[in-house]
């Protein structure tokens, strides 16, 4: 991991956000409507990953971006480069009335290997890294929680330790509007999934003692 210090110096300009999500018109950065909730993850190419999420019933928007680093307002090129400290990463906003942040963590568990470091498959670097980027302390709880079950799931199966990342989200960056919904706009675009075939328990806790999370994301 790039360091710092080491990081490129970015830049102070945000990148342009399309206005609308090019699978269900909604839009992508906030404001969103009341009562939604966002979460941030990263499973390896964010193609992929963002085609997961907006499939999902209750899901309201998806985003690729970048997080996790340290260069402000990094591109695509940055990011690869290793010396940004990025991962390539989903926003995904959902409704917590039709799908709790606990689901949106099964299926993260569930559609990636967690278990690989800076890698997934044979897309190799820091960028690719599992991680999951939190808004308050019932995120990192639930994330902490599902993680230690899995990981025993994982090792039954023959599988090593989780290696995914847990840290408090400092900014989600938009990625460029090519990579937005990029498998909705080219259906054969290479992205593969390296899912375990491990699943994931659900109903760590009980869904009215989870408290509701007050904040989203904010835009840049």
């Known amino acids: 991991m790039v360091t710092a210090e080491q990081a490129l110096p970015g830049r102070s ?4 956000v399309p206005a609308a999500h090019h699978v269900n018109g909604h839009p992508l950065a906030p404001p969103f409507p009341g009562g939604l909730e966002s979460a ?3 499973m390896g190419c964010f ?11 209750g899901v309201y928007s998806t ?5 996790g680093g340290y260069t402000p307002n990094p591109t695509y090129e940055e990011v690869c480069s290793g010396r ?4 390539e990463s989903v926003l995904v906003v959902f409704d917590p009335a039709l799908i709790t942040y606990e689901q949106i963590l099964a299926h993260f568990w569930e559609n990636h290997d967690p278990t690989q470091g800076m890698r997934q498959g044979n897309d190799r670097g820091t960028q690719y890294r599992s991680a999951i980027y939190t808004f308050d302390e019932n995120q990192v709880e639930v994330a902490e929680a599902t993680g230690e079950l899995f990981e025993k799931r994982l090792t039954t199966a023959g599988y090593g330790k989780v290696t995914t990342e847990i840290a408090p989200l400092t900014q989600f960056y938009y990625a460029e509007d090519y990579h937005q919904q990029y498998l909705a706009k080219n259906p054969n675009g290479y992205c593969p999934v390296h899912a ?9 806790f009980k869904q009215d003692e989870v408290p509701a999370q007050t904040e989203v994301l904010p835009p840049t």
């Open 40 to 42: 941030v993850v990263a």
């Open 47 to 57: 193609w992929g990953a963002e085609k997961e999420y907006w499939q999902l019933d």
């Open 196 to 204: 375990t075939g491990v699943s994931c328990p659900v109903g760590v």
């Open 84 to 87: 940004t400290g990025h991962t």
């Open 63 to 67: 985003a690729a971006g970048y997080a």
């Open 13 to 16: 300009n945000p990148m342009p």
